[in-house]
């Protein structure tokens, strides 16, 4: 069937080069906004080294994540009332002080707190960013013109820790944070000058309960995944932040249900494609983003390969990950369908986690580099075609709203996947541990699940075959786990309606 698309601001035979610039321009705010994800990561030792309060360093990566998930649906909901420009450029004016906040930070709770900052900013960098994509662009088009933000996540995740390491190396860890100013005041005066501005009909109401409940939740969510598992055992926060969570959403909703022009309607949800986009996406995050730190650890120790070959060996799947997105969106934009792509990727990573389960010793390393490919041939086929099912299914006047509800959700997915994730290992290599003989286990004193690569490398042959036998069996209820999360999504997104987007919308 055809559905009826959004009216499109614009309908010409292509995009402007007023168009174009500010296309670019919010690319290059996503990029932004997610190279400092993980463009810290090689720069933490320096600043523990120079600014003390180890271990307060957790929370140099965490606050920016709490922050930028928290306030994706109001940004996204704030762009819909009041016109993308003037949100992004509040976007990018947060982000550059945070920057710069964090470049100038004379104590860990300084870079902390500039940090938060930052992330208000880059939160809403990236919702605005897919969102005035959605609007510049044909339905269709926009499949082909949001195929390309995958490449952006892609070099942002390969050049982030490469990147952060040779500019703390060169110019200090600083730099990491201060090379943003330069590319944010360049991104601030394109849209200050390309970007029309919107003209509102009439006034309106901005929903600040509904969004400050909703950041609360949010928080109270990320906060518990982020920490469930800390060393030091569980506390009072381990239990009560669930309860917090669900009371703070129910308030949420009843607010919602009340307010003029809510943070996010909850008329969305009576549409199909939004809601199982939704949840599509939570388990999207926990599969993907929330797998990716373990199954690092996991092939280092297998393998024995050093960070950085282990770091190449990932680059396939990278760039398997961008051709394949740019490639997805034109093929939807070519055909005006995309329920088949999500349903193969997510059947492809079915098949990927049962490999990495029954995966042992005697599987070489190349056969793991051509898993790595349909990886990232699993998430380039999903990853934004999501998103561009979820921007058609929603009415234009709601896109930034749907846009944020889809960003957030996959966030706190890879925030539950973390910690889900991370539970089904510590219990799988604590049970492997057991089955160990006394005269092993006495070299791998902290268990298969403190065990270091660099352990098993010192072991003897003999030694270090069962242990990395029973690390094997150890870690396969992960691969099951996050498999059981990939078959799910299989069949939700079966149940995705199998529309066509129409080549041109009608006015």
């Keep these: 069937m055809t559905i009826e698309a959004q009216a499109a601001p614009t309908a010409v035979a292509g995009p402007s080069r007023t168009t174009l610039l500010i296309y ?8 932004m906004a997610t190279l400092d994800m993980n463009i810290v990561v090689t720069a933490l030792p320096t600043i523990a080294s120079d600014l003390g309060n180890v271990h307060l360093l957790g929370w140099v990566g965490a606050t920016y994540l709490l922050s930028t998930a928290a306030v994706a649906p109001f940004y996204g909901k704030l762009g819909d009332m009041f016109g993308r420009k003037y949100i992004i450029m509040i976007a990018v004016v947060l982000f550059l002080a945070g ?5 100038l930070a ?19 960098l990236m919702v605005s960013a897919f969102a005035i994509i959605g609007e510049l662009f044909e339905p269709r088009d926009r499949a082909k013109y949001q195929g390309y933000s995958s490449a952006v996540f892609t070099l942002s995740s390969v050049l982030g820790p490469v990147g952060g390491g040779y500019i703390t190396e060169a110019f200090g860890w600083r730099w990491v944070f201060l090379v943003n100013l330069p590319i944010a005041i360049i991104i601030l005066a ?9 003209l509102s009909q009439r006034s309106h109401k901005v929903d600040y309960a509904g ?9 109270a969510v990320v906060y518990w995944s982020d920490h469930v598992l ?19 959403i129910a308030a949420f909703v009843t607010v919602e249900r009340r307010a003029a022009e809510p943070i996010i309607p909850l008329r969305l949800f009576a549409n199909r494609t939004i809601s199982l986009v939704t949840i599509i996406s939570v388990l999207g995050g926990m599969s993907t983003l929330g797998l990716y730190f373990y199954f690092a650890l996991y092939m280092q120790t297998i393998t024995g390969l050093s960070p950085g070959a282990l770091g190449l060996l990932f680059v396939p799947m990278s760039i398997t990950v961008a051709i394949t997105g740019i490639l997805a969106g034109r093929v939807v934009a070519a055909t005006g369908r995309y329920k088949w792509l999500p349903v193969v990727g997510s059947a492809i990573g079915v098949g990927l986690m049962a490999f990495y389960a029954l995966a042992d010793a005697t599987t070489p390393l190349w056969v793991f580099g051509l898993s790595f490919v349909a990886f990232g041939l699993s998430m380039g086929l999903t990853m934004q075609t999501l998103l561009v099912a979820i921007q058609t299914a929603a009415p234009l006047q709601d896109i930034g709203a749907a846009t944020g509800l ?8 890879a925030s539950l996947g973390l910690a889900l994730n991370g539970a089904v290992m510590v219990l799988g290599l604590t049970t492997a ?8 286990l006495a070299v791998v004193p902290a268990g298969l699940s403190g065990l270091a690569p660099k352990v098993v490398d010192a072991l003897p042959d003999a030694t270090r075959e069962v242990v990395l036998h029973a690390y094997y069996v150890g870690f396969a209820p992960v691969y099951w786990f996050a498999g059981a999360a990939y078959l799910l999504t299989v069949v939700l997104t079966l149940l995705l309606p199998d529309v066509t987007i129409p080549k041109r919308v009608s006015h």
């Design 24 to 31: 670019f321009s919010a690319l290059i705010a996503m990029f």
């Design 99 to 103: 920057s710069l906040l964090c470049g």
């Design 106 to 124: 004379w104590s860990m709770e300084a870079l902390i707190g500039a940090r938060i900052l930052q992330g208000l900013g880059g939160g809403g």
């Design 190 to 198: 394109i849209i200050a000058v390309a970007m029309p501005r919107k």
């Design 211 to 219: 969004g400050v409940l909703l950041a609360l939740a949010t928080i």
């Design 230 to 248: 800390e060393p030091t055992g569980p506390d009072w926060t381990t239990f009560a932040l669930p309860v917090v969570a669900v009371a703070l």
């Design 406 to 413: 889809a960003t957030q959700a996959r966030t706190v997915g």
């Design 433 to 440: 541990t057991k089955s160990l003989p006394a005269d092993v």
